[in-house]
């Protein structure tokens, strides 16, 4: 199947990365942060000053005490910072190379067929990989007790600057790949989906077996998985149950079961118009954004992005770049308003409806800001976020459905269709300078606690 989509909009911003590759070792100190997880009780396995290998154990979920979460290097547990409450915020890891290594059973292709799920979903919890699949609705960690009724492969993101999927099938090899499927098709009963761009005919993901092969082409969001979803397996209520994961963490997987080794590299992206050298970065899970950016010339007061401009969190350089996220994007930070914008004729402006003269110009790459170019207001329902929602859903009357908390209009409204990240674009177009992806994931959180 290929999804096709008419409604949407690819963001032209100036600073696309380049394809070069460079490698970058752990340096002195990995972090962990167990709150970028959503809804993770983690319980610490460690203290302060234990030594720790590669792959060892630094804490577990307390809903699901199978779920491990491992150190990315070896070394020593420098520092552990708590929040209110007690709450887990930081693990650091001073890195030795010395330290040791994990290891897990290792197996030949031909075994993987033979596995069972139960000693599948036991390595891959014992070695920290499980965390990698997550779960629709409510995108959170899949549940190991919980079968899907299928599984979606995300190969490359349709966001701006994602990181490019043929710089990743360059690094890798398809065994791995394969591997990586064979054991995903242990855990259902239903289909393994690997989605790609239809532009994209590298043999390492053509020639794959044992998996269903689909296409996308179109606008931002064709590339997200919860278009995916709605196309090939829709989610239908909140016992529906899919699991979804990217290419680079189905690698990691392959290896796993292949080596007996956990991977714990990835390949990112750096871009954005206020940093100098954009290009991809093959990283260690852990690895501090200042070292990312070491040699990097970033403008004054930038901000930075762990992830893409529309679903990306705001970190700075003493974080490490996010759990999920495959880029570090860092633009201007302009928040004031521009006096009097409002009547200029916005030749400059970037601009998705006919407000600015910009529209009638040749489209361009355009340096974008933090500055939300406007004020919150009442809600305006000109069509705005409409315009660029692919998905079979009224994202205005779902917005004020949430705000009203009524549990039963936003089930018909299909909630649990919805994450936040499907919204993305229309906080970015909307004239009501809502938090739409916000607004929708409180939607989500009630929805899983009432619904």
């Known amino acids: 199947m290929n999804i096709h989509l008419k409604k949407g909009h690819d963001l032209k911003l100036a600073g696309k990365p380049t394809k070069q590759l460079n490698n970058i070792q752990p340096d002195t100190v990995v972090k962990l942060h167990p709150v970028e997880f959503p809804g993770l009780k983690p319980k610490l396995l460690v203290k302060e000053g234990d030594a720790v290998k590669k792959g060892s154990p630094i804490f577990f979920d307390k809903n699901h005490p199978k779920i491990m979460f491992t150190s990315p290097a070896g070394g020593r547990v420098e520092n552990i910072v708590f929040g209110e409450r007690r709450r887990i915020e930081i693990v650091e890891i001073a890195v030795d ?38 779960r ?36 890798t090899t398809e065994e791995k790949i394969q591997a990586g499927i064979d054991v995903l098709q242990s855990l259902t009963n239903g289909a393994v989906n690997l989605v790609s761009p239809k532009n994209d005919s590298n043999s390492k993901l053509t020639d794959l077996f044992n998996v269903q092969h689909h296409t996308y082409s179109g606008p931002h969001p064709s590339g997200n998985v919860g278009v995916h979803v709605s196309h090939i397996d829709p989610i239908k209520n909140k016992d529906d149950s899919i699991w979804y994961i990217s290419l680079q963490d189905v690698i990691s997987i392959g290896t796993l079961f292949l080596t007996g080794k ?54 700075n350089m003493d974080n490490a770049i996010g759990f999920y996220h495959e880029a570090i994007t860092v633009i201007p930070n302009v928040p004031d308003r521009v006096f009097m914008g409002w009547i200029s004729p916005g030749f400059s402006k970037y601009s998705l409806s006919n407000t600015f003269l910009s529209k009638i110009l040749p489209k361009r790459e355009q340096v974008l800001t933090s500055s939300m170019n406007g004020s919150k207001r009442a809600i305006l329902p000109i069509g705005a976020i409409e315009k660029v929602m692919p998905l079979n859903i009224l994202p205005t009357m779902l917005v004020k459905s949430i705000i009203a908390n009524d549990i039963e209009n936003m089930e018909q409204l299909g909630i649990y269709e919805c994450d936040a990240e499907d919204f993305a674009l229309c906080s970015f177009s909307d004239a009501s300078k809502m938090d739409i992806t916000g607004i929708i994931q409180n939607g989500l959180d009630f929805a899983e606690a009432e619904g």
């Open 136 to 171: 629709r609705p409510f995108s959170k960690i899949a549940e190991p007790d919980k079968s899907p009724k299928s599984i979606f492969i995300s190969t490359m993101s349709t966001a701006p600057f994602a990181a490019d999927v043929e710089i990743i099938l360059e690094n």
């Open 262 to 315: 956990v991977d714990y590299r990835k390949i990112i992206m750096v871009a954005g118009s206020a940093v100098s050298e954009k290009q991809h970065y093959s990283i260690n899970r852990g690895t501090l954004i200042s070292q990312i950016l070491n040699n990097n010339n970033l403008d004054t007061g930038a901000r930075i992005i762990s992830g893409d401009v529309l679903t990306g969190s705001i970190s």
């Open 97 to 134: 190379d010395n330290a040791g290594e994990m290891t897990f059973d290792s197996f030949t292709p031909d075994e993987l067929s033979g596995l069972t799920g139960e000693k599948i979903i036991s390595i891959l919890c014992t070695s920290g990989l499980w965390p990698t699949i997550r």
